[in-house]
């Protein structure tokens, strides 16, 4: 029953940043493992990154290691993804996720999804 609203995304050029938000609704926002999935046209989804329920654990692919930092604020029930170092490559559909098993990087074990948003980064 937890809805996920994503905010807009945007047109960003290589090199450049971007912070996607994610607000969630409900009560329990502290009890989900909260996880980053995206999609390319042709391709299929794949994961980005996880924060623990606490926040303490992290968790990142080896596509954005570095490059992206998630982030929680529990008081708030909101999930962010601060995008730095940007490259053509990274432009996807992005989703935000929540799970109620222990933290996975499979998009099978999140039982709640965002409406998506697009990320586009010109060369």
């Known amino acids: 029953q937890v809805q996920l609203v994503e905010s807009r995304g945007g047109l960003v050029q290589t090199g450049g940043s971007l912070r996607l938000s994610c607000a969630a609704s409900?009560?329990?926002?502290?009890?989900?493992?909260m996880g980053w999935f995206r999609q390319a046209p042709g391709k299929e989804r794949e994961f980005v990154s996880l924060?623990?329920?606490?926040?303490?654990?992290?968790y990142y692919s080896d596509s954005v290691k570095g490059r992206f930092t998630i982030s929680r604020d529990n008081a708030k029930n909101t999930v962010y993804l601060r995008m730095n170092s940007l490259k053509p490559e990274d432009t996807a559909v992005y989703y935000c996720?929540?799970?109620?098993?222990?933290?996975?990087?499979?998009?099978?074990?999140?039982?709640?999804w965002g409406q998506g948003t697009q990320v586009t980064v010109s060369s």
């Open positions: 996720a929540a799970g109620i098993t222990t933290s996975s990087a499979r998009a099978e074990d999140y039982t709640y």
């Open positions: 409900g009560r329990t926002f502290s009890t989900y493992v």
């Open positions: 924060i623990s329920r606490s926040g303490a654990y992290t």
